[in-house]
């Protein structure tokens, strides 16, 4: 299934400027599960994570029901395109390595 694609379809309508919109996979620990970062103007952040996070919580639930079907998990982070993307690539490192601490 291309997450992606399914994403873009879902925050078409909701952000102001959509042709700046960046959605990337991020690396993840396995196959079934899969990490986007989509990252927008600092604007369409806001409209995206909607008042108390609810719009990006409904989004996550709707990407989570159609990635059930195929036995997978996906996350979903937001970010503003000032953030290097640096920034997220290392996140994911850190939590890998505290899972890997807290298993010893």
């Known amino acids: 299934m291309d997450y992606i ?3 873009r379809h879902f925050i078409e309508p909701i952000v102001f400027e959509f ?3 960046e959605i990337q996979e ?3 620990n396995s196959k079934k599960e899969h990490i986007f970062l989509i990252r927008c103007t ?3 952040v ?5 008042r108390h996070g609810t719009t990006i919580n409904a989004l996550r ?8 079907n ?14 290097p993307f640096e920034n997220f690539e290392s996140d994911e490192k850190k ?5 890997k601490e807290d298993c010893e």
């Open 5 to 7: 694609e399914v994403i």
């Open 19 to 21: 042709d700046k919109v």
């Open 26 to 28: 991020l690396p993840a």
């Open 42 to 44: 600092d604007q369409d």
């Open 46 to 50: 806001g409209r995206l994570i909607g």
């Open 61 to 68: 639930e709707v990407i989570s029901i159609a990635a059930k």
């Open 70 to 83: 195929n036995n997978e998990y996906v996350r979903l982070k937001v970010a503003s395109l000032s953030e």
């Open 95 to 99: 939590e890998e390595e505290e899972k």
